[in-house]
């Protein structure tokens, strides 16, 4: 039986439709901000209603089914009591869709057991946000190729192989561009079943097959620097390639194909085809046959990958001594900030009071909420949290 389902995600997401302030304070924020940008709030609460109104009446509870209908839901005018209950609502199909995942995910872990080991690395992060790069199909093997830049994983590009397919199912077919949103892996005993719920478009694909097996792909580190800097797009290829760490493996990996780079000189050597470089296209030939891509489009550096991993950003690590934490945490310094905040995160008991000083110090804002959250919850976890503490962020506390 699967955990994940299109049907809960779709009422899990509907859940979400209609976001309103939590407290009085917050409200009083907005309608000062309103006013002072000349924005006519009461009307684009009303409008924001309508959109998703006849989504949002499917999973909408009876009780709260009046304040829709007059379009008092989401206003300010809303009865503390009914937005208090609207929140739990929201707040408890939060919970049971994260129950979900957390059955989804153990499932995963005892079924990647069995598998092989890149599997089971593939498998020890996220696939959340990656899309389908490519499709292959050879005979009852399917080879599918991810992409992850945009997702959770430190490996880029992933190859999922899929042996002696048994079934295969999806109420919308199988495509490049989609996104993975959420996974679940399962043992069964005539092998193992994969199910993705996908987005763009929604879609529930489900295969069964004998085995499976992965190869995957990091980012130079360089690579990652160089985007995070936003410099990528003003670097040569010569001078990409001469960033590159000599003694590693690197392929060049496109929409089409993979080969393995035999040589850098000013351009690239591969080990069983050849590149052709010209003003506006590059033209790869392998095995007879020819692939051409748009350099308006495509940046030969962005095809370029290794086998080794190195993290880029393995100087945030680096502690700050417990002396300066506190300034660190707070001050403007970005680097500083997170190594700080790292620091706190791998030391909560002997750094508690550090941290229940930061904590009531830090003021909460829409940009750091989710960060902040992340953090109390772990210190929470470690009940290292004072009473002072616990009563300010009680609502990031599940």
Sequence with gaps: MWNLTKEGQVKFSKCHLLPIHESDDDWKMTIREAKAEGVDLIARLKEELEEVKVELLHVLPGRFIPYMEDGTLNQPTLPKAVREDYLQWVQDSAKEFEKILDAAYEHTQQAVAYLPTAVQDVFGESLHDAIIERMEREGDTLHLYINTDGGFSTKSHIHLIFHEVITEESDVPLKVGQWLIYDELQKTDDGFAFRVLFDCPDAEWTIT??????????????????????????TSLADYIGLLNPDHRYWLITPHLTCSIKAFTESIILDNGKIELGQNKMVVTVENQRFIYDLDEYNPIQFIYTDVFEDPYAHFNEPVPAEQIEAAALGNDLELQVRAWNTMYANPSELAAIINRVLLKIKITEENEMMVSVYISHFYKNMILTEEVLEKYHNLID
Excluded: F, I
């Excluded at 990091?218 to 410099?231: A, C, F, G, I």
């Design 209 to 234: 097959m004998k085995g499976m097996d992965a190869q995957y792909y990091y980012r130079p580190m360089v690579y990652t620097r160089l985007r995070d800097e936003e410099k990528l797009e003003d």
